[in-house]
């Protein structure tokens, strides 16, 4: 059981550049999120999609879009990278909302 | 704006102490209190959480312990071990809510 899988684990951007960030659970959970972690902040929810089919502005959404591409697959696309998007990112899931979430290993991100 | 203010950033403690983590929060809807492990180039993972209708929980030498009238909540590490150090992060929410809040994060030492 894989979990929630993650790709890629590192990625260099340079400024201006676009990339997509690829999350997949094999859990059959309901709902999945994109959060980033920056050191003394903690985690923050960028979006997040309750069930397959819908997505919402977590706190942070600005710079990033997302789609749901089916209930096992969560992408987090940078339009135009900036280095205030230079942060390490996790895809959790869960099977309804608020309870327990399965995090990714992450994916660290550098945009230059 | 932060809802779930922790303390301390960073603490240190020597094998067999009892680390403490403090979290405060200011939402009374807020009725699910987790707190999430996280190791070295790993996604977080849930420790242990606490719903007020509790003061106090216990998981092995993990323990939470819960101030509903101050809105705030702690962890206690017993017997902490090296292998307990990791960066420790509370996180609350609502039933009604749609996603955790979580706090800045405490980065555990445990020396031998």
């Known amino acids: 059981n894989a979990g929630v899988t993650q790709t890629p684990k590192f990625q260099v951007l340079k400024t201006g550049q676009s990339m997509t960030l690829q999350c997949a659970q094999d859990?059959?959970?309901?709902?999945m999120y994109w959060y980033r972690q920056d050191p003394g902040m903690g985690l923050r929810l960028i979006y997040y999609?309750?069930?397959?089919?819908?997505?919402d502005k977590g706190e942070v959404p600005n710079g990033y879009n997302v789609s749901r591409l089916n209930k096992r697959e969560f992408s987090l696309r940078l339009e135009s990278a900036a280095p205030s998007q230079t942060s390490v990112y996790f895809c959790?899931?869960?099977?309804?909302?608020?309870?327990?979430?399965?995090f990714g290993s992450g994916t660290q991100l550098s945009v230059l | 704006q932060q809802q779930v203010k922790q303390s301390p950033q960073s603490l240190i403690v020597q094998k067999g102490g009892i680390p403490i983590i403090n979290c405060a929060y200011e939402?009374?809807?807020?009725?699910?209190f987790p707190w999430y492990q996280q190791f070295p180039g790993k996604g977080p993972a849930l420790l242990i959480a606490i719903r007020p209708d509790v003061s106090e929980k216990k998981e092995g030498r993990f323990t939470i312990s819960f101030n509903k009238s101050a809105k705030q909540f702690s962890l206690h590490i017993m017997d902490s071990q090296p292998g307990d150090s990791a960066t420790y992060f509370c996180?609350?929410?609502?039933?009604?809510?749609?996603?955790?809040?979580f706090g800045e994060g405490t980065q555990l030492t445990v020396n031998p």
């Open positions: 999609s309750a069930s397959e089919g819908t997505t």
């Open positions: 939402n009374t809807a807020f009725d699910y």
């Open positions: 959790a899931s869960n099977l309804i909302l608020v309870e327990k979430l399965f």
């Open positions: 996180a609350a929410s609502s039933r009604s809510g749609s996603r955790l809040t």
């Open positions: 859990m059959n959970h309901n709902s």
